[in-house]
């Protein structure tokens, strides 16, 4: 099989990447590289047989056309997006652009490739659009979201990423192309870019730096390490039913706060702060964001039920190893947040 993936130098698309490669798929990694995408986060499969790095925008029609004829690709999983809720508050308009224009483009050049294959093939092919629960928009204190509840975006990215969900439905119903959507609650685990929660906290923890929570802290989020999050992806793009949406989610239902705590608890044990001190001391009661959604949380029963995936790990397991991955990988995480690949990639460093 032939997969091709956009945004596959990113957090869960490196990761999906290694676990397709896994699966003895060929896979074609369509990138941008804005400052979310890293290779590096590639560089032990860079040299797979089964492994293209394509740099290249989803918004530009010609890019993705040449590339469909060329690799003639069974599925396609649509990973690339902007990504972060807080930069789409300071910033909407690069979301709308890659999150609504850029899937669109995409589906129009899937279409029009697609729409010209042989029956067989046309029948076979799979286009997977990778979703979030912020579609969704909050919960009170209790409920889940199921594919049923009714889109309520809050903010511009989940805004922007229901816009991309609406048309990748219309493309299924309207021209019959065989899509897939999942949508996922908040993933977590190695080579995730350190602006989100739990890289960030690890991070300022090591670096003596203030834990900035939102609020009050009692915003809950249902988390699903990433590896679950692929392994459903690879469960869905095998075995889902063409026009279908699964959600996916990891029964982890946390408040940011007993997140932050329980990661001081996990460095206080495994690297102490030479004062004796926790690194709970670190933690810093910031202005809520705007907008903030109260609890996401998430039925997953149906992907469980029809296609037989649930979660591997549990919160304890999955996020001890990912406290170890960032202890252990802190040189990528240094040049990610400085940088240095991006300027290397584009030759500006000589010598530094
Ligand atoms: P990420 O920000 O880490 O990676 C996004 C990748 O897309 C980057 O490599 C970036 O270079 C690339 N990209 C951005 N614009 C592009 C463009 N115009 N053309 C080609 N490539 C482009 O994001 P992530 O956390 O890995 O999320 C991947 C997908 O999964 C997104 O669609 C996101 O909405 C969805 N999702 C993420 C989570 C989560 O918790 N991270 C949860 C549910 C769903």
């Not at 896979?27 to 293209?52: M, R």
């Not at 396609?76 to 999150?99: K, Q």
């Not at 939102?214 to 459903?232: K, P, S």
């Amino acid at each position: 099989m032939v997969v091709l993936v956009t945004g596959g130098a990113g957090f869960i698309g490196s990761n999906f990447i290694r676990y397709a490669l896994a699966q003895d798929t060929q896979a074609i990694n369509l990138d941008k590289l804005t400052y979310a995408g890293n290779p590096d986060s590639l560089s032990d499969v860079e040299q797979h047989p089964e492994y293209t790095f394509i740099q290249g925008d989803i918004g530009d029609s010609r890019t993705v056309a040449d590339i469909l004829e060329r690799y003639q690709p069974d599925a396609l999983v649509h990973l690339a997006a902007e990504s972060h809720v807080d930069r789409s508050i300071d910033g909407p308009a690069a979301f709308i652009e890659t999150n609504i224009k850029g899937t669109f483009t995409l589906l129009e050049e899937v279409r029009q490739w697609w729409d010209k294959l042989p029956a067989n093939r046309k029948a076979l092919f799979r286009f997977h659009h990778v979703s979030t629960d912020e579609v969704y928009g909050t919960l009170g204190e209790t409920g889940l979201f199921t594919e049923e509840t009714p889109y309520a975006p809050n903010s511009p990215y989940s805004a922007s990423k229901a816009a991309s969900d609406h048309l990748v439905r219309a493309y299924h119903h309207t021209y019959g192309l065989p899509t897939l959507t999942t949508n996922c609650s908040n993933n977590y685990g190695p080579y995730q870019f350190p602006e989100k929660l739990i890289p960030l906290m690890i991070l300022n923890a090591l670096e003596g730096k203030q834990l900035p929570v939102y609020g009050t802290g009692r915003n809950v989020r249902d988390w699903l390490y990433v590896g679950d999050h692929c392994r459903a992806l690879w469960t869905v793009l095998t075995k889902g039913k063409p026009g279908e949406t699964y959600n996916i989610g990891g029964n982890n239902e946390k408040t940011n706060l007993s997140i932050v705590e329980t990661l001081c608890a996990l460095l206080d044990e495994k690297r102490p702060r030479l004062d004796g001190k926790s690194y709970c001391s670190q933690v810093a009661f910031v202005s809520d964001r705007p907008g903030h959604d109260l609890r996401y949380a998430i039925d997953a029963s149906k992907l469980e039920r029809e296609l037989g995936w649930k979660p591997q790990e549990t919160f304890a397991t999955g996020i001890r190893k990912t406290v170890d991955w960032y202890l252990e990988h802190r040189e990528w995480c240094r040049q990610i947040t400085n940088g240095r690949y991006r300027r290397e990639r584009l030759g500006l460093i000589d010598g530094e």
